[in-house]
């Protein structure tokens, strides 16, 4: 069955990028469904950050357009994740998760989660 | 500050039933009938239970329904189970400009 296992650094400084790679297995990252990036800060809630399609197509939380990239690589079967300009505040668990059969809706599968801390 | 308005917390004894709420706007909740519900055990990742506003996902006990009044929604726990026990999340489409909005989080103590 399809898994997912997002992986990256653990700790970044504050002012730079966060990095985190999704790699998609048992499945193909070209199927007919979006995929999502979601983070929780700790002892917190779900927070959407964005999603892409294998085309390329992206939709992004408003809160964090300005920061965010979300890019799709089909030849690894993986897509990634870019926040820029990180602060404490974007200490969180981040998943990457799946959504739906042709959704925009709701998420089916999640990975396991990869904790980045922000910090100095 | 969360989009949608989750009880902070909620319990029950084994056997019992409970309902979450989870309420939004006319924007989300109301609009769409696109309400999903996730469990998530400490340390764990979210597991989807309720999707489409009632519909259970392959392998999700029939104990699990959901349901919609308006802006808000409900996800009702028929014959608590100690395993039950968890945080639960809401989760609306809100349309082509926002997408996605969660609920703060209900975490489910079961007495």
């Known amino acids: 069955q399809v898994q997912l296992q997002e992986s990256g650094p653990g700790l970044v400084k504050p002012s730079g990028t966060l990095s985190l790679t999704c790699a998609v297995s048992?499945?193909?990252?070209?199927?007919?469904?979006?995929w999502s990036w979601v983070r929780q800060p700790p002892g917190k809630g779900l927070e959407w950050i964005g999603e892409i399609y294998h085309s390329g197509s992206t939709n992004y939380n408003p809160s964090l357009k300005s920061r965010v990239t979300i890019s799709v690589d089909k030849s690894k079967n993986q897509f990634s994740l870019k926040l820029s300009s990180v602060t404490a505040a974007d200490t969180a668990v981040y998943y990457c998760a799946r959504l739906g059969l042709r959704s925009l809706w709701y998420f089916d599968l999640w990975g396991r989660g990869t904790l980045v801390t922000v910090s100095s | 500050q969360s989009a949608l308005t989750q009880p902070a917390s909620v319990s029950g004894s084994p056997g019992q039933s409970i309902t979450i709420s989870c309420t939004g706007t006319s924007s989300d909740v109301g609009s769409y009938n696109l309400v999903s519900w996730y469990q998530q055990h400490p340390g764990k990742a979210p597991k989807l239970m309720i999707y489409?506003?009632?519909k259970r996902p392959s392998g999700v006990s029939n104990r699990f329904s959901g349901s919609k009044s308006g802006n808000t929604a409900s996800l009702t726990i028929s014959g608590l189970q100690a395993e039950d026990e968890a945080d639960y999340y809401c989760c609306s489409y809100a349309g082509s400009s926002t997408f996605k909005v969660f609920g703060g989080g209900t975490k489910l103590t079961v007495l």
């Open positions: 489409e506003g009632s």
């Open positions: 048992g499945g193909s990252i070209s199927s007919s469904n979006w």
